[in-house]
């Protein structure tokens, strides 16, 4: 069937196989342990989707990136601001005209963009987005640490075929909420030995690595730094008074938030929320902190794809990221791992610094059609990130030499080229950087051993 055929099937919204495609055909749907079906939703029920816009000139914006991160380039450190990558990835106008008529035909409403044009999202009833993606039947879903709602698609999803060239993805289908990093340590592997530093509190680190008000948190005013918490993780203003009244008294810190992106949650505090926050202003002492906070239960959306587009619509923002949060690379799909790619290109490109945690399974290990081979999480496995892995005082009750913890994870991707190691430019720091994720126990009697 010619193009001239498929717009009419996409405007009327009749969709025949001959007409559609899967954008994800690879994507995994079994469901994530922990999690359970409700049944079916509501037909009437809205929900939030994210339709991720096939954007331009991807060579061009990763020959600048190259070009702003190598120390012999005369671009060098000049980087681009979010205006400058608006200009250059945008979509292009036949792409937001297709989608746009695309989405109105089907009674979508309180669409909302970002400033690079690249991300629509908009609410739809179920009904109207069982219609709008065929195949998709969406279920109320509930798991996680913290008894999370979502709605997803258990089936694949199909767009017109005229929409090929325009869009990556549809978020907000299958991919659950990703995993945390914060996890119950296995049983050492040797007999007798011990996997755990009772006590590394702020001033612990502080000693180990020398930090002293000179070399980091002077309190000079364009310091800045964030993390970002999901899975309905808050921290909580009084728990990191308390906390730095109790382990901040010998160093010069700042005692509270300067600024929460997103909703800030009302319940319980988080421990990964509140370890990522207290420890990142600890180490990072006396740095203006930014939190980037999902809102909410996300019935319809995923919470690591709106980070991705709350730095697609700020011009000015930290330049330190850290998130610990991953999902295994091999569960997703291969769309939705190269748009994320491109998002965090898009991010080098602006001189951010994301720094991703690499996860508890060591390099993790699976047999593929009777072949092994590793796992490696994702996107601590894009090569424009560096990876933090965890390790443990040589001599487990005095600050001593680091080893790396054998549940660290690490190893390259399976997706992207290895990385080479002479280049600054394209170098995944993914053998463990020892600098940032520290084995804590006792503050919230985390379980020994705990890999954050």
């Not at 309180?110 to 400033?115: D, M, T």
């Amino acid at each position: 069937m010619g193009l001239q055929g498929c717009l009419l099937g996409l405007f009327a919204l009749i969709l025949s196989g001959k007409c559609s495609y899967s954008p994800e055909p690879d994507q995994r749907r079994t469901l994530p342990p922990g999690w359970v079906s409700l049944g079916r939703a509501d037909p009437e029920e809205e929900l939030s989707l994210t339709f991720a816009l096939r954007q331009q000139n991807l060579e061009r914006l990763s020959e600048l990136v190259q070009a702003v991160s190598d120390p012999n380039s005369p671009q060098y450190g000049k980087y681009l601001t979010l205006e400058n990558v608006a200009d250059l990835v945008r979509p292009s106008p036949l792409t937001l005209h297709m989608v746009q008529k695309w989405l109105l035909a089907a009674g979508a409403q309180k669409c909302h963009s970002v400033i690079t044009q690249d991300f629509l999202t908009c609410w739809l009833s179920i009904r109207q987005a069982e219609l709008l993606l065929p195949g998709a039947e969406f279920h109320h879903y509930v798991g996680g640490p913290t008894e999370t709602h979502v709605v997803r698609s258990p089936r694949p999803y199909q767009l017109p075929q005229a929409l090929a060239p325009h869009v990556d993805f549809v978020g907000g289908l299958h991919r659950f909420p990703p995993t945390s990093s914060l996890r119950q340590r296995p049983e050492p592997q040797v007999t007798g030995t011990v996997g755990l530093h009772l006590g590394v509190t702020p001033s612990v680190i502080r000693k180990r690595y020398n930090l002293t008000s000179q070399d980091v948190g002077s309190g000079t005013s364009n310091n800045s730094q964030a993390c970002a918490q999901f899975l309905e993780q808050y921290f909580h203003d009084s728990d990191l008074a308390q906390f730095m009244r109790l382990f901040g008294g010998n160093f010069a810190h700042q005692a509270s938030v300067t600024r929460v992106v997103g909703q800030q949650g009302r319940g319980r505090a988080g421990i990964e929320a509140s370890l990522d926050v207290q420890y990142l202003m600890s180490a990072g002492a006396n740095i203006s902190t930014w939190v980037y906070s999902s809102p909410g239960r996300h019935e319809g959306q995923e919470p690591f794809l709106q980070w991705l587009m709350l730095l697609s619509n700020e011009s000015a923002l930290p330049h330190v990221h850290t998130v610990s949060y991953g999902d295994e690379e091999d569960s997703l799909s291969s769309a939705y791992i190269q748009r994320v790619n491109t998002e965090l290109m898009k991010a080098a490109a602006r001189g951010l610094t994301l720094l991703f945690a690499s996860g508890d399974s060591g390099a993790g290990c699976w047999s593929v059609s009777g072949r092994h081979q590793f796992r490696p999480t994702f996107p601590a496995s894009s090569p424009y990130v560096t990876t933090v892995g965890g390790t443990s005082f040589q001599e487990p009750f005095l600050i001593t030499n680091e080893i790396v913890d054998y549940i660290s994870g690490g190893g390259f991707s399976n997706v992207f080229p290895r990385p080479s190691s002479a280049s600054a430019t394209s170098w995944n720091a993914d053998l463990h950087c020892s600098i940032c994720r520290f084995l804590l126990f006792s503050v919230y009697s985390l379980s020994p051993g705990t890999n954050h």
